[in-house]
């Protein structure tokens, strides 16, 4: 079944207070490391676009978080950092926001921002059409 929300706010509200309060503060990092950045709901996400480009997402899932990193490709500058990580391609996973993962979440996307006319991701270079018609 399709969510219904519209807005990131609409995401954060209906979260519980566990992954809400972990979440809220991955999105004030972002907000406040790009502050030009622009937030949305794509793919039944929060997702942050920056200069017209998807740069990341945040999503709470039935085990885990998530912060999706679109141009995943600039991952690779964290491959060590990683090892520790449950993570898939973009997908970097976990269940507690402790000090260490944020501080690696506030490098990771402070690099990938600065660093995306590297990526050879042509997918992530703009920003997508909402995935459904609000209205």
Not at 41 to 69: S, V, W
Not at 120 to 129: A, D, G, K, Y
Request: with cysteine; proline share 4%.
């Amino acid at each position: 079944m399709r969510s219904l929300l519209r807005t990131a706010d609409e995401y954060f509200d209906q979260l519980d207070a566990d992954r809400k309060e972990p979440l809220l503060r991955l999105r004030r990092m972002i907000l406040g490391i790009w502050p030009g950045i622009v937030e949305d709901m794509d793919r039944e996400m929060p997702t942050y676009h920056l200069n017209g480009r998807t740069l990341c997402a945040l999503a709470n899932q039935k085990n885990f978080m998530a912060l999706y990193i679109l141009p995943h490709d600039l991952l690779h500058a964290f491959k060590k950092d990683l090892l520790v990580y449950d993570r898939g391609r973009s997908c970097i996973r976990f269940k507690r926001l402790e000090a260490d993962t944020l501080d690696l979440f506030d490098r990771i996307i402070k690099y990938t921002g600065s660093q995306m006319h590297e990526s050879q991701l042509t997918e992530v270079r703009s920003r997508r059409r909402p995935s459904r018609v609000l209205g």
